[in-house]
Every structure is written in C-alpha cells, then in structure tokens.
C-alpha cells in the first residue's frame, strides 16, 4: 500500500511560549486540499514544517513515505511551493528564474530550459517571459510564482494564498490553473487560504485548524450540507411563514416551521422550488433569503474555523 | 510555356494505392502540454555549483543595464592596469635594448596585491553584498529552502560565487602579468622554466588573500538586505580595522597592530610566500583563522532552518 501524501504525527510547536501547533495529526491524501484557518490558527507554520523550514519541537511528519526532517533534500526535489509573499529575484527575468530554480532542484539544463519555457506557457507568461520580475504586475507575478512551483514536476505543490492581491478575472483564471495543476497534471495540490471561495472552487479536501489545534480534516462533499437536507426560506414574519408552511403543505409539497422567519421543504426539487415561488406570490409573502437547509459549506467551515 | 498534366488518380492509370498502415506517417501529433517530469536528475552535490553559477551571473549584471555592469568591471580594470603598464613599458624597453635583461624588476609579483590592495577591498564591497543581499531583500531565500537547497549548500554556494569572484580580482592581474613577462622574454622557454617556480606562488596568494575577503565580505553582507548599508559596513570595518592597528602600532604594539589590520593580514600572507618579510606570522595566521571560522560560523547562523 502507497504510504500517504502527507502524514503530520502528533506535531508540536513552539515560539518561545507562544504555542503555534498544538499536538495536531491529520493525513492528507486527496488530489487538492485546503488548508483553511483564521489569522494566527497556524496554517503557516504547520506548512512550513511540512516543508521542513521549521523543526517540530515534538511529532513527526512524513511527505511521500519519507520523513521530512531526515530526508529533507528528497522532499525539497519533490514538493513545489508557491510563497504568499513576493519572493522571486526582481533583477532577474521569469524565464532565468524558473530555469535556475528547475536546475538547483535537479534538472539538467537542457531539461530545465525546455519545462520553464513550457510552465511558463502552462501559466500564461509565455509572451512576457524575457521581462525583468521587477516590472511585473502583481498578477503575473503570482503566475511566476506559480510556474517556478511546477516546473520541475513536484508530486505535491504548496500554494499559500495564491489568489493574493489579483483582480477578479486574474484570480479566476489563477483557481482554475490550479484546478488543472491537480486534476490534469496529477500534482497533489495543498492550497492554503482563508477566502472560503477558493477553497471551494479548487479543493476536494479541507484542513481546518483553530488556536494551533486541528478542527476538521474532512473531504468537502462530506463537510458540505447537500440539498438533500432542503431548502430553507426565510420571510418577513412568524405570520407570514405559518401561512407559507400551510399553504405549501396543502398544495402537496411538505414545508415545516424552522427558527422565527423560516420554512423549510426537506424536497429542495425544482418543482418543490416553483410552487414556493408560486405561493409565496398569490400570498403577497416577500421571500428575504433562499438557501440549503442546514447552512451552505461556508456556513460548515466558518463553525468549524470559529466554534 | 507549357505544364506537363497532372497524373492520373490511382485506379485510372495512376500508381496503386498505398496500404495505409504500411504507408509512412508524413505528420504525428504530439501532447506537448505540461506534463510531469520524469527525466533524470543532476545529484544533490551540483545544487551549490549551480547556485555560484547563476549568483555570478546576477553579480555581474546579466540582463540589467551598463550601470549594473560598470563598476566591477571598472575596478577589475584599474588592477590590471599596473601590470598591463608594466608589459607596456618592458616592450617598449626590450625593443630599445633588444637581448639585454632590465636592470630591475620593475613590479615583483609579491608587491602587485599589496599594490592593488584598496582596489581588492573595494571590489569586495560591492560584489559581495550583489551575492547575498538581493535574496535577503526579496526574500528568495525561503523559496530556496523550502523546495531547492539546503542552508548549509546554500552557503556553500554563495561563498564559491564569492570566491570566485574574488580570484578574477586577486588572480587575473597577477597573472597576466606573469604571462606578460613570460612571453616578453627574450627566451620563452627560458623565461618559462624561470618563472616557474611564480606561478604557484601567485596561485597561492590570490587564493589566501580571496578567501579572506570573500568570507568576511559575505558575512557582513548577510546581516543586512541593503546592499547600499552592506558595503558601508564592510570598507568600515576594514577601515577601522586600519585605523586601531595604527593606533597600536603608534604605541608599540607591533604584534597586535599586524594581527588587528583586516587589510594587512591576508596581503602580507600573501606576500610571505614569495619572500620573508618582518611579520609576526604565528599573530596573524592566528588573525587569519579567526576572522574565516567566525565569519562562516555567523554565515551558517544566519542562513539556518528555524530550530
């Protein structure tokens, strides 16, 4: 049996007094994996011991069956990392730079000038590659960055906060990137983020960690509520939904009272959906909030970020 | 003008019809998308080497303006122009005087490092720190880390840069003078056999004087991301060091004086492998020692994983 991607052990760290990684365990093994937390939860540092930039005070952690203290100089040719903060050489061009970080992590020159030219086109930069870094926007320098993570064919990539100061169609076209870097090329992606949307967007696993602890180690669809728990409307008064609930459930659709202002049909189907619609219009009733019963995924993950 | 007919289609007089599998393919489609790399890998041990390479190279302006470029190349300019002064005037003189020797060696070869001493200082100053400082600043170093090399071939990688940067300063004159004498000579293969015994002599010198430098200029330039502040801090230290040996030496402390003086201690070395000079040798091998092993000691602090 394939020993898993990522295996954390019982890891501890510490600043000084200041415990940043508190005995968390958790396996990571699926194609993509968020790493999600607030401010301070620890996400960095339990990505920066993975990658072996920090030493454990206590635990152990494995990449690919080898650990990551011991074996660092294996891990660091077979693992990518993609840095939040601004890190290629700017008197440098992206091409020179991706070459020469292909070569330090083992490829041949010719192999390395041929896969930079190819990571530089896989990201978008092909025409702007001779540029120097220092002039780039800040979106192309995140595609850099990107492409330097990749080019020597890592088995698992690390991006930490990759959406980091891009306009809307930038980060769009940065997520879905990332989504053909796990499902197309086969790297294992470890995404790091607090913007629930990427996450969603680009994950199929999440890792959840709250105060250095671990809070939930889940695959997504299971940490998602599912509208096979409803739908569940939200009017404007307790009047307004025993009428709704009453009208609905006459008409045929099953409804039931839930909280103050709420209605929920356990069918979440589309003909559940129009006949709601169609009551709540012959009863003049405003509809303020339509949404799956039981919260939505960022419903889930903010619990488990903040409870 | 007359065309010849186009020939008629097979089946109606033209040549038969190929089997299509025997037939050789005239294209072939290609995946040439970004895929994994499975090709070989150089051993870890050509990681530094790799490293000093693409260090030189941005050290010395590679793709950047005439600016970038000017200075070292100035100074490296400056030291050759006491030996190529030199030659110039033992041409003209042997033209003069054709078949008789010079009655003085006009620039002895223990004498040239001594001569070009500032010079030395000065190109250390301003390429040691293009070796550190920028991967400080833009913080490449934690890419570096974290998927490329370790620390400790990190060091090692950017003190070959350095050291090699510093021979073309303290080799390349000195031997284009040699050579300059040797093929000026009356007798090449006279001149050669005499001058020998030179060569090593200078090849020992120019290494003595550029791994002093080039160790104590990279630790300096390590503690700060501002080249700017890097090479203020190195020509005052090794100006101060000038300074307090005075001092010492204006008092009587001879010993101390030759062993304090940062500039002193590595020339005069140097100079001792061509002829005895009146040094406290045993002080300032003593000297010599301290200041590398502290300066890579620092190096290594500097450059670690978090504990």
Known sequence: MAPPLIQVDDVVVKYGNHLALDRVSVTVDAPATGLLGANGAGKSTLMKAILGLLTPTQGRISIMGHDAAKAADLVRRRVGYMPEHDCLPPTMTAADTVVHLAQLRGLPRRDAVRRASEALFTVGLEEERSRLIEGYSQGMKQRAKLAQSIVHGPDVVFLDEPTTGLDPAGRGEMLALIRRISHDLGIHVIVSSHILDDIRRTCDGVVVLRDGRLAAAEALETLAPTSAQGMRAEVGSSEAADRLATALTQGGFPAHRDGEHGVVMPDGSDRSLDALRDAAAHYGIALRKLAPAGGTLEDALVTAMTE | ?307
């Not at chain 2, 991301?225 to 001879?254: C, K, M, N, P, W």
């Open chain 2, 1 to 307: 003008m007359s065309t010849s007919p186009p020939p008629p289609p097979p089946g109606f007089g033209g040549p038969p019809p190929q089997d299509p599998a025997s037939a050789t393919p005239r294209a072939q489609v290609h995946d040439v998308r970004f895929a994994g790399y499975t090709g070989e890998r150089t051993p870890t041990w050509t990681a530094p080497l790799t490293l000093a390479w693409w260090s030189l190279l941005r050290a010395f302006g590679r793709r950047r303006g005439w600016t970038s470029k000017f200075v070292p190349f100035a100074l490296l300019g400056l030291a050759l122009i006491p030996g190529v002064g030199v030659l110039t005037v033992r041409a003209l003189l042997s033209s003069e005087f054709p078949g008789q020797e010079l009655p003085i060696e006009l620039l002895p070869y223990s004498a040239y490092l001594g001569m070009i001493g500032t010079l030395i200082v000065l190109w250390a100053a301003v390429v040691t720190p293009e070796l550190v400082c920028p991967d400080i600043q833009a913080r490449v170093t934690s890419l570096y880390f974290a998927t490329a090399i370790s620390p400790g071939r990190y060091v090692l990688g950017k003190w070959l840069a350095s050291m090699a940067a510093m021979l073309g300063m303290t080799l390349v004159p000195v031997v284009v003078l040699w050579l300059g004498n040797v093929m000026f000579a009356d007798s090449i293969p006279d001149a050669l056999a005499d001058d020998a015994a030179n060569l090593p002599r200078i090849v020992g010198a120019g290494v003595i004087v550029a791994a002093f430098f080039s160790t104590l200029g990279l630790a300096v330039a390590a503690v700060t991301g501002r080249r700017a502040y890097a090479i203020g801090a190195f020509v005052g230290l090794t100006l101060g060091s000038v300074v307090l040996a005075g001092v010492f030496d204006s008092t009587g402390h001879e010993t101390l004086a030759f062993a304090l003086s940062l500039v002193a201690i590595p020339t005069l070395l140097a100079q001792r492998l061509f002829e005895d000079n009146d040094i406290p040798v045993v002080a300032m091998c003593v000297s010599y020692a301290v200041v590398i092993v502290v300066s890579l000691i620092a190096l290594r602090a500097r450059f670690r994983v978090q504990p």
